[in-house]
C-alpha cells in the first residue's frame, strides 16, 4: 500500500531544533527541502504542513512529542488516510546513529510520541522509520539526553543514515516496503 502522510517526530520551537528528538523533524524537512516546497502552519492540524506533488503529506507536529498522536490524527481522519498509509519518523534510542530502519506495524518501544500516535489512531498498523540516536547507558539519562544535541561524530552518523533513508522514499511511497527494507538495511 502506498504512503499518504510522512510525519516527523519532535519538538517545536528553536530550542528544541538541534536536539536528538528531533531527528524526525530533520527527516521531513530534508524531503521538503529536495522537493522545493515549504511547510506552512495549519492549526486544524496542531502542526506544519507541506503538499508534495499533489501526492502525499508532510507533518511536523506542533503538539511536542508526547502528544504527536493529535496532529497525526486530526491530518488523517481530516485527509481519510489509511492507517496504513501513514509512515512516521523517530529517533530511536536502540539503534547507535547511522542505522536506519523501517519496520511495519508494531508496539511503542516505549517511545511516548509513538504511544501517542497509536492511542489517537486506535492502530498500530502505520509503518515506521527509526534513525538511530544511540542511548546514554542508563534509562535516568534518557530525557536528557534525547533534549541535548548530539555529538559532531555522532550527527555525521545521523545524517549518513538519513540520506540513506532518503534514498528509499520513492519506494516507500510506491508501496514497495520489503525492497525499500532490504536496500535500506543492507546500507546502514
Known amino acids: 500500500m502506498s504512503i499518504t502522510l510522512i510525519a516527523g517526530l519532535g519538538n517545536p520551537g528553536p530550542r528544541y531544533i538541534a536536539t536528538r528528538h528531533n531527528a524526525g523533524f530533520w527527516f521531513v524537512d530534508q524531503i521538503a527541502e529536495q522537493a522545493h516546497e515549504q511547510f506552512r502552519r495549519e492549526a486544524k492540524f496542531f502542526g506544519e504542513v ?53 519496520k511495519k506495524a508494531g508496539g511503542d518501544g516505549r517511545h511516548n510520541g509513538l504511544k501517542d500516535i497509536i492511542r489517537h489512531l486506535g492502530s498500530n498498523k502505520f509503518l515506521r522509520l527509526r534513525l538511530g540516536i544511540g542511548h546514554p547507558g542508563h534509562s535516568s539519562e534518557v530525557v536528557n539526553y534525547v533534549l541535548d544535541s548530539a555529538s559532531r561524530d555522532d550527527q555525521v552518523a545521523i545524517e549518513i543514515a538519513m540520506d540513506a533513508a532518503l534514498a528509499t522514499i520513492p519506494l516507500i511511497l510506491a508501496g514497495d516496503v520489503n525492497k525499500a527494507m532490504l536496500q535500506l538495511h543492507s546500507q546502514t
Not at 511536542?64 to 492507517?83: D, T
Not at 501513514?86 to 530502519?101: S, T
Open 50 to 102: 507541506c503538499r508534495i506533488d499533489s501526492k502525499y503529506w508532510l507533518l511536523k507536529p506542533n503538539t511536542f512529542m508526547n502528544h504527536s498522536g493529535q496532529a497525526v490524527a486530526a491530518l488523517a481522519n481530516y485527509y481519510k488516510i489509511p492507517v496504513e498509509q501513514i509512515l512516521v519518523v523517530h529517533d530511536e534510542l536502540d539503534f547507535p546513529p547511522g542505522v536506519a530502519r523501517l
